[in-house]
C-alpha cells in the first residue's frame, strides 16, 4: 500500500529533548494474542524516518508467543513489560506509566505506521504546543480492500490544523482520532486521566473525548496510519452496550464546564450517534429492546436524522415483515442474475 507523500510538510522535525539530549517520545503497544502481527507493527515502528525514540510493549498476559517474537527483536530502543491479563486500557496505562518521555505515541500490536507518522505528529507538536492530543488520517484495512472514512470540518492545510469543532466532526464524519494515529503528552494524562479500566468498547473513544473537553485537537489530513480491521481476535463493533460508554460524563460536563451552546448542541449530537451505532449492534444480536431504548436515547441525532430513522424502522418493524423483506431482496437478485 502506498501514499501519496507530496504534501507532506517537510520542515526538520527533531525528535530530541531540549532538557536531556535523549529521545522525547515514546511508542506504546499494548499486546495481547498478536503473535500473527506484532512482527510486522514493529516493523513499521522501527522503519519511521524519524529514529530517535522507544518502544515500549506491554504483554497484557498473552497465551500464545507473540512475548517471544517481540524478543526476537534486537534493538536497543525497545522494552518488553510483562504483566498479568488486565486488558487494553490497563496496558495502554501501564505503557504510560513506563514511558520514559513527554510525548507517548500509540499503535496497536496488529496495525501498521507509514514511515511518516512520527514526522507528523511532531511536526504538529511544534506547530501547536499547547494541543491536547495530536493525530493524523489513517485508512483502513477491511476484508483485503482499502477503505476511506470521510473527514468533516478539517482543511487540506499543509502543517495540519487545530480542529474548530471536535464533535461537530465526529459526529457528521469519520472519528479523527484512533489508537494507532496519535500522539498524546504526559500533561494530558495528568489533567484527564487515563484510560477507563473495564470498559470493553469504546475505551478509546472515552478518552478522546474527554480530552477534546479540556484540550484543542491537533489534527493533520495526511494519511500516516492502517487500522488493520482484518487483524485476529478483532473485538471492535461485536460488543452489546447498554449505553455509549461515556454519555453521562460529556452530558455533566455539559453543565460544569463553561461550553458555549452550539458547541454543546454537537456535543449532544455525538453521543446521539454512538447510540445509533450501538442501537446497529444490538439488532445485529437480535436484541431488539434495547436497540429501542439506545434508538429512543439517540434522537437528538443532529445532522444525521436519515441514520436514525432507518435505524429506528428496523428496530420497530415486526420481525416477519423484516424476513419478508429479505427473502424479496433474495429473490430480486436471483431473477437479475449475475452482473457483467
Known sequence: MEVDNSAMDTTETRSVSPITGGPQVSVVIPLYNKAE???ATLDSVFAQTITDFEVVVINDGSTDNSA????????HRLRLVEQANAGESAARNRGIAEARNDLVAFIDADDLW???????????????????????????LRNNAVVRYPYVGVR???????????????????????????????????????????????????????IAL???????????????????????????????????????????????????????????????????????????????????????????????????IRAWTPEPLLNLRRAFIALARRLRGPRG
Not at 498524546?184 to 472515552?206: M, Q, Y
Not at 487500522?227 to 455533566?252: K, T
Open 214 to 312: 479540556h484540550y484543542p485537537i491537533a489534527w493533520s489530513t495526511i494519511e500516516a496510519a492502517v487500522w488493520n480491521q482484518d487483524a485476529e481476535n478483532r473485538i471492535a463493533g461485536r460488543v452489546r452496550m447498554s449505553d455509549a460508554p461515556f454519555a453521562g460524563l460529556l452530558e455533566e460536563s455539559i453543565v460544569q464546564i463553561s461550553i458555549a451552546p452550539d458547541q454543546a448542541r454537537w456535543i449532544r449530537a455525538y453521543i446521539s450517534r454512538l447510540r445509533v451505532h450501538y442501537a446497529h449492534v444490538s439488532l445485529e444480536h437480535g436484541d431488539r429492546a434495547q436497540a429501542r431504548r439506545l434508538i429512543w436515547l439517540g434522537r437528538e441525532s443532529r445532522g444525521r436524522r436519515r441514520e436514525w430513522w432507518l435505524t429506528a
Open 114 to 140: 507509514f514511515p511518516h507518522f512520527l514526522q507528523t505528529v511532531l511536526s504538529l507538536r511544534h506547530r501547536f504546543p499547547n494541543a491536547g492530543a495530536y493525530g493524523t488520517a489513517f485508512v483502513v
Open 37 to 39: 502481527s506484532i512482527s
Open 156 to 210: 487540506h492545510l499543509l502543517g495540519g490544523e487545530l480542529v474548530p469543532d471536535y464533535f461537530r466532526s465526529c459526529t457528521l464524519g469519520g472519528s479523527l482520532l484512533w489508537s494507532s494515529s496519535v500522539m498524546i503528552p504526559k500533561s494530558t494524562f495528568e489533567r484527564v486521566g487515563g484510560f477507563p479500566v473495564g470498559v470493553r468498547n469504546g475505551a478509546d473513544l472515552h478518552m478522546w473525548a474527554r
Open 68 to 75: 517471544a517474537i517481540v524478543r526476537r527483536f534486537n534493538d
